[in-house]
């Protein structure tokens, strides 16, 4: 039960126990609970935390009439070849040893990393708009290229001028 798991960790805290020479793993376990990745989100500090509250609590009385004048922005890494993820794989507990070796069980790396692809893209209430591929890393002198691309080229596929939107970016530095 939940008392004996806070039992355990208290008890490793007062030892100065290190959990992985410890039996507390077993134990753990034989108490019904198990183990789970945790899940990567973005860090989002304090006072960014508070800028966004601000800017939902300045925003949320706004109409579809506004909305629909919304254009958002962002930017994505794409891997080449695999994922810069977790790899996991499935075997039975007595086959552990040999099944690691098996081939469709290992992760093939490629020299390098294989590449990555960055791409800037927008979306607005009518559609997609342009996706940008982004060569290196975006300074200041590459961003207004890709405005010119993408937001610009965006706002004449749709017959709209500046004025029409509100473009939201995601204030990258």
């Known amino acids: 039960n939940d008392g004996d798991f806070e039992g355990v960790l208290k008890l490793l805290q007062d030892t100065n126990t ?7 793993p077993k134990y753990l376990h034989e108490s019904g609970l198990v183990t789970r990745t945790m899940l990567t989100v973005p860090l989002i500090k304090k006072d960014n935390a508070a800028k966004r509250w601000k800017w939902a609590l300045d925003h949320h009385r706004y109409t579809s009439r506004f ?13 080449r070849i695999g994922s810069d ?25 490629v020299q390098k990393g294989g590449g990555k692809i960055m791409v800037w893209g927008i979306i607005t209430p009518k559609g997609v ?8 890393i975006m300074n200041a ?7 010119q691309k993408g937001l ?20 990258d530095p």
């Open 18 to 24: 290190n959990i992985s020479t410890s039996p507390a």
């Open 152 to 171: 610009l080229g965006t706002l004449r596929d749709y017959n709209m001028k500046p004025s029409d939107i509100v473009f939201q970016q995601d204030n």
């Open 85 to 109: 993820g977790r790899r996991i794989f499935w075997c039975r507990k007595e086959n552990v040893r040999k099944a690691r070796l098996y081939p469709r069980n290992t992760h093939k790396q």
């Open 67 to 79: 909305w629909n004048r919304v254009w958002f922005s962002d930017e994505k890494k794409f891997n």
């Open 141 to 147: 002198a590459k961003y207004v290229k890709v405005l």
């Open 129 to 136: 708009g342009r996706l940008v591929r982004v060569d290196g």
